[in-house]
């Protein structure tokens, strides 16, 4: 499967952003779909998830603001981003896996398909 990432950009801080992952090349409804970012000089950090089955996983810190959703029929994954934070600037990957179990989904190395990556810049 192919991943196309988008939707970043610049935004005050306090602002929205809306990325979508799109998927090509597969049957995407068997695959589960995670966020992740990296931020200059940081590892690449888990941020959400949803799994085949539409179940959605946020990580504990983010969960207030950020909110994943998938829709089957146009193949896309999206990551709902509200109150941003100069924090939140970073490069915002989507990863897909058709066999991640439950407790690995915040593993990056559960995810053999990766997107390009989109640029999020939040300013104070």
Same mark, same amino acid.
């Given at each position: $499967?192919? #991943?196309?990432? =988008?939707?970043?950009?610049? &935004?005050?801080?306090?602002?929205? #952003?809306? #990325?979508?992952?799109?998927?090509?090349?597969?049957? *995407?409804?068997? %695959? /589960? @779909?995670?966020? *992740?970012?990296?931020?200059?000089?940081?590892?690449?950090?888990? &941020?959400?998830? &949803?799994?085949?089955?539409?179940?959605?996983? /946020?990580?504990? =810190?983010?969960?207030?603001? *950020?909110?994943?959703?998938?829709?089957?029929?146009? +193949?896309? $994954? %999206?990551?709902?981003?509200? +109150?941003?934070?100069?924090?939140?600037?970073? @490069? %915002? %990957?989507?990863?897909? +896996?058709?066999? @991640?179990? #439950? +407790?690995?989904?915040?593993?990056?190395?559960?995810?053999?398909?990766?997107?390009?990556?989109?640029? $999020?810049? &939040? /300013? =104070?």
């Amino acid at each position: $499967v192919q #991943l196309q990432a =988008s939707g970043g950009g610049l &935004v005050q801080a306090g602002g929205s #952003l809306r #990325l979508s992952c799109t998927a090509s090349g597969d049957t *995407f409804r068997r %695959y /589960s @779909v995670a966020w *992740f970012r990296q931020a200059p000089g940081k590892e690449r950090d888990y &941020v959400a998830a &949803v799994r085949y089955n539409g179940a959605t996983y /946020s990580a504990d =810190s983010l969960k207030s603001r *950020f909110t994943i959703s998938r829709d089957n029929a146009k +193949s896309t $994954v %999206y990551l709902q981003m509200n +109150s941003l934070r100069r924090e939140d600037t970073a @490069v %915002y %990957y989507c990863a897909a +896996s058709s066999s @991640v179990i #439950l +407790s690995n989904l915040p593993s990056r190395t559960a995810y053999a398909y990766w997107g390009q990556g989109t640029q $999020v810049t &939040v /300013s =104070s």
